[in-house]
């Protein structure tokens, strides 16, 4: 009796634990999702204006003694000897098809920005005109977009031509070489220069030309040799501001009448025609028969 009585409560028991609520579930916490602190964005670099004053007065003001020039026709004549250097006539193209010294190219001096792919950084490249002005603009608009590779030719065509040295006619294509890193606010400052460059190519082209605004006397004549140039012999009347020394003497050039500048043969005036033209001088001009064209001439010298 008593065992059945012990079994009977021990099924009752297993019964109640069976019909009892479920064991409520620990609930599952979701680990906190961590932080993250946002990307820092990098600030805008703030673009810096071209500062072309500065631009050209350290052009102006570091040119070597020899004023980027290939100076002699021997000296021309050597490098084209030895194959690695570029002649590039910087005439219009019905001057280069007329004659040019051989194995030039042509890239008339108001499309050279234009051009710049066909001039290599990496070997000599030599420019040339008529008489030596634009070929003179043309190195002082490159020097400043970093072509420290290019020269002058200043005897010039004629200089060539009048030596008794071959002149060609067959014309020679220009070769793609690549597109150089240039500044863009520089490369377009200095395109808009070129290729504005008027007929005349900002000249005052003849000696009557010259003395006809001198004896006007409303003329400043601005003679950009070095001192010691300028004290053997200068055209009456004229000035000395070296051309290194241009950008630091401003204040000695008007806006207001026609300055007129000159050198010994024209490359050093060409140069300092297009720095001061870029610079606003609009009215400044250059003379190409330069001093040495006026004294063969047999016009007045002042000590």
């Given at each position: 009796?008593?065992?059945?009585?012990?079994?009977?409560?021990?099924?009752?028991?297993?019964?109640?634990?069976?019909?009892?609520?479920?064991a409520?579930?620990?609930?599952?916490?979701?680990?906190?999702?961590?932080?993250v602190?946002?990307?820092?964005?990098?600030?805008?670099?703030?673009?810096?204006?071209?500062?072309?004053?500065?631009?050209?007065?350290?052009?102006?003001?570091?040119?070597?003694?020899?004023?980027?020039?290939v100076?002699?026709?021997?000296?021309?004549?050597?490098?084209?000897?030895?194959?690695?250097?570029?002649?590039?006539?910087?005439?219009?193209?019905?001057?280069?098809?007329?004659?040019h010294?051989?194995g030039?190219?042509?890239?008339?001096?108001?499309?050279?920005?234009?051009?710049?792919?066909?001039l290599?950084?990496?070997?000599?490249?030599?420019?040339?005109?008529?008489?030596?002005?634009?070929s003179?603009?043309?190195?002082?608009?490159?020097?400043?977009?970093?072509?420290?590779?290019?020269?002058?030719?200043?005897?010039?065509?004629?200089?060539?031509q009048?030596?008794?040295?071959?002149?060609?006619?067959?014309p020679?294509?220009?070769k793609?070489?690549?597109?150089?890193?240039?500044?863009?606010?520089l490369?377009?400052?200095?395109?808009?220069?070129?290729?504005?460059?008027?007929?005349?190519?900002?000249t005052?082209?003849?000696?009557?030309?010259?003395?006809?605004m001198m004896a006007?006397?409303?003329?400043?004549?601005v003679?950009?040799?070095?001192?010691?140039?300028?004290?053997?012999?200068?055209?009456?009347?004229?000035?000395?501001?070296?051309?290194?020394?241009?950008?630091?003497n401003?204040?000695?050039?008007?806006?207001?009448?026609?300055?007129?500048?000159?050198?010994?043969?024209?490359h050093?005036?060409?140069?300092a025609?297009?720095?001061?033209?870029?610079?606003?001088?609009?009215?400044?001009?250059?003379?190409?028969p330069?001093?040495?064209?006026?004294?063969?001439a047999?016009?007045?010298?002042?000590?």
């Amino acid at each position: 009796m008593k065992r059945a009585m012990w079994i009977f409560l021990t099924i009752f028991a297993l019964l109640l634990a069976a019909c009892g609520p479920a064991a409520t579930p620990t609930p599952t916490v979701a680990p906190p999702t961590p932080t993250v602190a946002p990307t820092p964005v990098p600030p805008t670099p703030t673009k810096v204006a071209l500062d072309f004053p500065s631009v050209i007065d350290k052009f102006l003001s570091g040119i070597p003694d020899k004023y980027y020039t290939v100076g002699t026709i021997e000296a021309l004549k050597d490098m084209m000897a030895g194959g690695n250097v570029l002649l590039v006539d910087v005439r219009e193209p019905n001057e280069y098809a007329e004659g040019h010294i051989p194995g030039a190219v042509n890239i008339p001096l108001r499309t050279l920005t234009k051009n710049l792919d066909k001039l290599p950084k990496d070997k000599p490249v030599v420019l040339y005109c008529r008489t030596g002005h634009r070929s003179g603009m043309a190195t002082a608009a490159l020097q400043m977009l970093g072509y420290s590779n290019v020269r002058a030719f200043p005897p010039a065509f004629v200089g060539w031509q009048n030596a008794g040295e071959p002149v060609s006619k067959e014309p020679v294509e220009a070769k793609t070489v690549g597109q150089p890193e240039v500044d863009p606010a520089l490369l377009a400052h200095i395109d808009k220069f070129l290729s504005g460059i008027p007929d005349k190519y900002y000249t005052v082209g003849t000696i009557e030309a010259l003395k006809d605004m001198m004896a006007g006397g409303n003329v400043l004549l601005v003679d950009v040799r070095e001192p010691n140039e300028y004290a053997e012999g200068r055209i009456p009347g004229a000035v000395n501001i070296p051309l290194r020394t241009l950008t630091k003497n401003l204040d000695k050039l008007p806006k207001d009448k026609p300055v007129v500048l000159y050198c010994r043969t024209g490359h050093r005036s060409g140069m300092a025609t297009a720095a001061l033209q870029m610079l606003g001088y609009s009215n400044v001009r250059a003379f190409p028969p330069a001093f040495v064209g006026w004294q063969k001439a047999g016009e007045p010298i002042e000590k």
